[in-house]
């Protein structure tokens, strides 16, 4: 997180350059601070397969079209 606070100190503007991926780890770096680990593993695991599965989703649509 002290990472992620000092990037964002140096260089704000990749908020605007960035905003879903800078968001996105905002988030995920504060979650992992705030919860316990065995949470926060479930919760990405979870995240992970759903981001999988909208990715096999897009493939299949891009290639019946």
Do not use: C, D, V
């Amino acid at each position: 997180m002290t990472l992620l606070n000092q990037a964002l100190a140096t260089h704000w503007q990749i908020l605007f350059e960035e905003p879903r991926r800078t968001l996105i780890s905002l988030m995920a770096a504060y979650l992992l601070w705030i919860l316990p680990k065995s949470l926060y593993q479930w919760l990405e695991t979870l995240i992970m397969q759903i981001t999988g599965a909208t990715q096999q989703q897009r493939i299949q649509k891009e290639q019946m079209s």
